[in-house]
């Protein structure tokens, strides 16, 4: 089976901006955990999709949303990018929810001038 | 603040030595699972032990649980080069209704060769 895809692999946005980013889980996987890594926060979770619906929630703002398509593929948006928004945005997908063995993507590293 | 806490955050040994990390958390937990990070890169599931099981192998990993002290150690046996990574623990985590899986901060190992 081909592994979780993410694109793009890099961006450079600049403040202000918006970015969407996606994410392709492995062939039956439904949910997909959307992670910030930095190295003050470490991994921090955004939200979890599951059949199209968000199932669980991290705190972070409401300029981080996303959504799942009915091919389980997933984006996700931050708009009014920050500074502190340059991260690297991992996403993980799994067969079903309780967070049991997760499957990361390589993640897209976004850097906001 | 971080469910997980890892220690030590850094650790560098000789190839062929053993190598040992240990996680603590706070809250109850219904699994506990241990993943690597190579530099920059997606994450990798190492090992998944339930709460009600108190030593897991896989290969040359231990994973050892203690629910009374809420903690958790993975011992990575003769060690090698290619094991050189992050090691994280994360816990499944109920929060307002949501749950999600938290990360700590992690360790970082470095093997020489």
């Known amino acids: 089976k081909a592994g979780v895809t993410q694109t793009p692999r890099y961006l450079i946005k600049t403040r202000g901006q918006q970015v969407t980013l996606s994410c392709s889980p492995i062939?039956?996987?439904?949910?997909v955990s959307w992670y910030q890594q930095t190295p003050g926060q470490g991994l921090q979770f955004l939200f979890e999709?599951?059949?199209?619906?968000?199932?669980n929630k991290g705190n972070f703002p409401g300029r981080f949303s996303g959504r799942q398509f009915s091919n389980s593929r997933s984006e996700m948006n931050v708009s009014t990018l920050e500074l502190g928004d340059s991260a690297l945005y991992l996403c993980a997908t799994g067969t079903s929810g309780r967070f049991n063995e997760q499957f990361f993507g390589p993640g897209t590293r976004l850097t906001v001038l | 603040s971080q469910q997980g806490e890892e220690d030590p955050q850094a650790l560098s040994i000789q190839e062929g030595e053993n190598a040992t990390m240990n996680c603590s958390y706070k809250?109850?937990?219904?699994?506990l699972q241990w993943y690597r990070q190579n530099s920059g890169r997606g994450l990798v599931h190492l090992i998944l032990i339930r709460s009600n099981e108190r030593e897991k192998h896989s290969g040359r990993l231990r994973v050892t649980l203690d629910t009374s002290k809420k903690s958790s150690s993975l011992l990575i046996t003769a060690s090698r080069a290619a094991d050189t990574a992050s090691y994280f623990c994360?816990?499944?985590?109920?929060?307002?209704?949501?749950?999600?899986?938290?990360f700590g901060k992690g360790t970082k190992l470095t093997v020489n060769p």
């Open positions: 062939s039956g996987h439904r949910s």
């Open positions: 999709y599951f059949s199209e619906t968000q199932r």
């Open positions: 994360a816990t499944d985590v109920r929060q307002g209704g949501s749950e999600k899986l938290v």
């Open positions: 809250t109850s937990i219904n699994n």
